[in-house]
T-cell receptor
Framework: DAGVIQSPRHEVTEMGQEVTLRCKPI?????LFWYRQTMMRGLELLIY????????DSGMPEDRFSAKMPNASFSTLKIQPSEPRDSAVYFC????????????????FGPGTRLTVL | QKEVEQNSGPLSVPEGAIASLNCTYS??????FFWYRQYSGKSPELIMS????GDKEDGRFTAQLNKASQYVSLLIRDSQPSDSATYLC????????????FGSGTRLQVQP
């Protein structure tokens, strides 16, 4: 079975440019999470969706960040305009409510997108 | 106080020894606890989950949970050089907000 798929794997852009990161969750999973990892702050939640609806966006750093989930198999995280401090690895993870009802709340991570903003 | 605290390490153990990794959390409503392994440049990989007090064993890994002490640990028996990685402790409250809160990770080095 395919795991969580993210694209691109690497992105290098210049300050001020728009960046769009993409994620496809594991088939059948209905919760999707966007995390960011930096050396200084570790791994932190940006936003999560349940059944395509944003549930918690308290981790989104500012209005330059936006996320959408138009359907159950696709989500985007957009940064506009990008800044050098946005450089980080962005991970998408997914989990299943059905599994949670069975007592399993595990989240599975994609390979990440390494973003460098010059 | 951080919500999830781990010793950053590095924790160095000889091959074949038991590695003991510890984690404390601050929020008593936390319900689900996870250990992820992360190799350098890779994504976190789930290796253990634990939901109730006591021990849970899976192969060479044992997770231990003590909710009264707000303490989670991971034991790795017969440590191998391939176990060298950063181990992340993660906690979920399961009260409508199911996102994970991560510790900063403990770097484990297994010496051949």
């Amino acid at each position: 079975d395919a795991g969580v798929i993210q694209s691109p794997r690497h992105e290098v852009t210049e300050m001020g440019q728009e960046v769009t990161l993409r994620c496809k969750p594991i088939s059948g999973h209905n919760s999707l999470f966007w995390y960011r990892q930096t050396m200084m702050r570790g791994l932190e939640l940006l936003i999560y969706f349940n059944n395509n609806v944003p549930i918690d966006d308290s981790g989104m750093p500012e209005d330059r960040f936006s996320a959408k989930m138009p359907n159950a198999s696709f989500s985007t995280l957009k940064i506009q305009p990008s800044e050098p401090r946005d450089s980080a690895v962005y991970f998408c993870a997914s989990s299943s409510d059905r599994a949670q009802l069975a007592g399993h709340n595990e989240q599975f991570f994609g390979p990440g997108t390494r973003l460098t903003v010059l | 106080q951080k919500e999830v605290e781990q010793n950053s390490g590095p924790l160095s153990v000889p091959e074949g020894a038991i590695a003991s990794l510890n984690c404390t959390y601050s929020d008593r409503v936390s319900q689900s606890f996870f250990w992820y392994r992360q190799y350098s440049g890779k994504s976190p990989e789930l290796i253990m989950s634990i939901y109730s007090n006591g021990d849970k064993e899976d192969g060479r890994f044992t997770a231990q949970l003590n909710k009264a002490s707000q303490y989670v640990s991971l034991l790795i028996r017969d440590s191998q050089p391939s176990d060298s990685a950063t181990y992340l402790c993660a906690v979920s409250k399961d009260t409508g907000r199911r996102a994970l809160t991560f510790g900063s990770g403990t770097r484990l080095q297994v010496q051949p």
